[in-house]
């Protein structure tokens, strides 16, 4: 569903340097079906996730060293995938 | 530029614990807009974590830590029927034993807002199918080169089009396919140009949404559509170059996103403007020289001898046809049949 027919949404005035009110307008041209406001939406939505998630990269680092050195479980992943994990 | 990625459940362990190459896969994930994933990935990533449990490597606690923490990445799970069907088409034409990978590829190409890199760290994987598919990247390896090529022309018939051909397809709709194969085995270029003529007596009385009809409905090749989107991504401009009806032409264009096409005309009243084989070279030499290209950074993708001057013409060439030419044995790649991200990866991703 197009992001910006929901109910709930805070209307608010963005100012955009001219350049990159292009490439919104670019993004929106070329993909059919999405407005400008998904895209710029889209923008944000995706930087808020990033921020969050470099949080959570700091938390899993501080895990990990407690840890301590661990096997790779990439040949145990492909022989999940193989079907020959017993 | 930040974008998303896909991430293999290989480097979402090393995320989780601290495996060998876990600072790269913390170098993959630190800036990606969305981490995205096959719905079943959690399912591998817990399983490879209760095997740590079971060989002791990491206790209960720490392993509901790390089940925790893969709970709160965010991932992005897809699952959807158009997933399904392009994991068994990438399984079918990499020659996968099972679909599991094929789910991480397709996902890839899936992301939101386009295709995206794959990141896993299983060195098999990206051996098997990382030099012949663009999205694929093994974990500590370097990025590959996407090399010279900004302008790609393909095909339509044989190429973007697997089987039925757009005539067929159109005549099939109209009632016309036995009258139509018999033209599509014509070789002599005046029975060609009086078949076309016939041809656009059959559509004027058909009308236009008959035809409208069949070829929106054309069948695209494998890959087609996820294709185009990487090399739009890529900024890699796209063609279609087909002596076809350039109406069928234009419609395969607006559904993939071409940039330029072209094909025989057909006047609203009647009138036919020829494009044959040999002015497929020329065609696409201008269209080059306008974006100010050489032949060097111009590859093609075509599946006949209507396409060997083209083939011959570009820097680099692909041939999805069954048995190559002589004309071009040496000067193309041979991929009989390839899904078309397989023909991408011929293109841009070797020297």
Known sequence: MPQNTADDLQQVTLRLPAELWADVLAIAASEPGRSRNDVIVDLIAAEVRRRRR????????????????????????RALRDGREA | MSEPVCVDSSVLVKLLTGEPGSEA??????????LVVP????????????????????????????WDDLLSLDLRYLQRPALMTRTWQLAESFALPTVYDAAFVAAAEQ??????PFWTADASLARAVGGRHPLIRGLGQPEPDLGPTRLVAFDLDGTLLRGETACEAIARAIGRLDEMRAFEALTDRGDIAAARREMARWYGEAGQAAIGVAVDGLALAPGAEVAFAWLRRCGVRTAIVSITWDFAVAAVARRLGADDWVGTTLSPTGEVGDFWAEDKARWLAALAEGYGLGPDRVAAVGDSAGDLPMLRWAGRAVFVGGRLPPEVQGGAIHLPGADLMAAVAAICLTA
């Not at chain 2, 095997?51 to 509901?64: C, F, L, P, S």
């Open chain 2, 111 to 116: 992301a939101p807002g386009g295709p995206c």
């Open chain 2, 39 to 66: 719905a079943f990935a959690w399912a591998e990533v817990g399983s490879a974590l209760r095997k740590k449990v079971r060989m002791g490597e990491i206790d209960a606690r720490q392993a509901q830590r790390a």
């Open chain 2, 25 to 34: 896969a913390v170098a993959v994930v630190t800036d990606a807009t969305d």
């Open chain 1, 54 to 77: 470099a949080r959570v990269l700091e938390r899993l680092a501080a895990h990990r060293r407690d840890m301590g050195p661990q096997e790779d479980s990439t040949p145990f992943i």
